[in-house]
């Protein structure tokens, strides 16, 4: 099937890491991203990691992926309340360029 | 602003009505995407363009939804007969065509049927 899993929720303290997961199912995506979505605005891209990767690292994010359990993280450093929304982590079909989303995990920030 | 735009933003319509939406994608991006946002998941694949080609419409919902790119740059979203079950944010984005192929969103156009 294509089901894309996220936990619906995570709570961190400001200044804190937050580690977001997803599992994806088709081992043959090329392309796996995460984007973010506040409330009332669009989907924006945060980053993406190519399959042939372990590892992308930009700024305070870093994107971590385990090919073998289908496995992707997303981790935020230091966490602020600006990073408060719904992430997405998205699969890419290569048939037709289709993403296969995750529900959304909401990141709520503690102060 | 040269990111992608939707319109209209928000529009209500009684069931039974036929609506269209409009997507303005990033001006040199050659492809088009369609997705539908319920509430509380994350978007659901439509339909995709290729330039003018319409090369994947197996995921449309229904022989109501239409969609069409006519001269490869705005394409547009029909749905005909609005159920209330249409009810939804939908999506468009864009990309270009090439190796990393990221998509950009627009903000989306929600629709409520009553």
């Known amino acids: 099937g294509e089901d894309v899993e996220q936990s619906l929720f995570l709570s961190v303290r400001e200044g804190d890491s937050s580690v977001i997961n997803c599992t994806y199912t088709?081992?043959?995506?090329?392309?796996l991203y995460w984007y973010k979505q506040e409330p009332g605005a669009g989907l924006q891209l945060l980053t993406y990691?190519?399959?042939n990767m372990d590892m992308k690292q930009d700024q305070r994010l870093t994107v971590l992926l385990n090919k073998k359990d289908k496995h992707l993280s997303l981790r935020i450093a230091d966490t602020q309340t600006g990073d408060s929304a719904i992430y997405f982590c998205a699969e890419r079909f290569d048939s037709n360029y289709q993403l296969i989303w995750g529900a959304g995990t909401k990141l709520i920030i503690k102060p | 602003d040269t990111g992608v735009s939707q319109n209209p933003r928000h529009k209500i319509t009684k069931r039974g009505q036929n609506v269209t939406f409009r997507c303005d994608p990033i001006?040199?991006?050659?492809?088009l995407y369609w997705y539908r946002q319920t509430l509380g998941q994350g978007p659901e694949f439509l339909t995709y363009f290729q330039n003018e080609a319409q090369l994947e419409k197996s995921r449309l919902l229904s022989d109501r939804f239409s969609a069409e790119r006519p001269k490869g740059s705005f394409s547009t979203l029909e749905i005909q007969r609005t159920e209330q079950g249409d009810s939804a944010m939908y999506l468009c984005a864009s990309s270009l065509d090439g190796t990393e192929e990221t998509q950009y969103f627009g903000p989306g156009t929600r629709l409520l049927v009553l």
């Open positions: 001006s040199e991006h050659n492809r």
């Open positions: 088709d081992s043959s995506s090329t392309y």
């Open positions: 990691i190519f399959s």
